[in-house]
């Protein structure tokens, strides 16, 4: 599993400023030379809460161009350029992305929660190196951070430094006990390395945490029917799809850190009638009645 940055933590900032509600900023067109630096900046502020709240509904082309306008307004805050910055990296414009969220460290270097956004920025453009000294300064401000500390872990991960990764993983999962994605991509090296056995334990593990969780799932699944044990392997594999869909696609599985071994075992697991009948059942759903082969 990779995960990408998320905007949670840039609504809950701009959620916090408590700001009141103003008029929107088409009217300060007329009126632009009469007022003040702090009037503009209030409005700026604004237009940025309303962004952050379009955000949350995912309107994300219609938070963007306020974003950026209340970083013209407020060019002094911090909050508004991580913001801004935030919605460029969700649209997958990394320039911009990086920045604004340059601007918003020069503003407030102490804010860690900048630099794990640009690591994604970095990560997510195969910059591993850059992501690994991004995520690493803002662990020395945030050390206990379990998602920064799960998304260092996949940047070694893609470097081949996988012992470094595990480290991480660990790291991790001792901050949140229940952080089950990094016992998920621990299983993930394992299996590669061809300790089966070991990552077999820590996907039953991962799913014991949370039996929602379809990835290490279907990881087990595919494990499980691969070593012998068939029938189990079998359930587990459509249980796993019932879940979630889009793990019966091999390009998806690859995007989210799944090794070679794993993805040629997946991809013969998927082969099968019973999986087969189930990926069908999923884009069928008349089909739910029949009983597969």
Not at 226 to 235: H, I
Request: include cysteine; charge should be positive; glycine fraction near 6%.
């Amino acid at each position: 599993m990779r995960k990408n940055f998320g905007l949670m933590s840039l609504v809950v900032v701009c959620s916090l400023w408590g700001m009141p509600k103003a008029a929107h900023a088409q009217a300060l067109l007329p009126h632009t030379l009469q007022l003040d630096a702090s009037k503009l900046e209030k409005q700026g502020l604004s237009l940025a809460q309303e962004a952050a709240q379009l955000s949350q509904f995912q309107q994300f082309d219609l938070a963007l161009p306020r974003a950026r306008l209340a970083s013209q307004l407020a060019p002094k805050n911090d909050k508004v350029w991580f913001l801004l910055g935030g919605l460029h990296l969700q649209n997958k414009e990394f320039d911009a992305a990086l920045a604004a969220l340059k601007k918003a460290q020069t503003l407030n270097p102490k804010n860690a929660d900048v630099l794990f956004a640009m690591g994604s920025a970095n990560f997510q453009q195969k910059k591993y190196q850059l992501a690994v000294a991004n995520y690493q300064a803002g662990l020395k401000l945030k050390p206990k951070d379990a998602d920064a500390l799960f998304d260092l872990g996949n940047a070694y991960y893609m470097m081949g430094r996988l012992p470094d990764a595990i480290a991480q993983y660990n790291k991790a999962v001792s901050f949140d006990q229940k952080f089950w994605p990094a016992i998920n991509n621990t299983g993930l090296i394992q299996y590669e390395q061809g300790d089966t056995q070991n990552a077999i334990k820590q996907w039953q593990r991962a799913v014991s945490l949370d039996k929602q969780a379809a990835e290490p799932l279907l990881a087990l699944a595919v494990a499980l029917y691969t070593k012998g044990d068939r029938q189990q392997g079998l359930a587990m594999g459509e249980a796993a799809l019932r879940i979630d869909q889009r793990y019966g696609d091999l390009d998806f599985l690859k995007q989210n850190l799944w090794g070679e071994r794993l993805l040629s075992d997946t991809k013969k697991f998927l082969e099968l009638p019973r999986i087969q009948a189930a990926l069908q059942q999923r884009e069928s759903p008349l089909n739910s009645s029949q009983e597969p082969q």
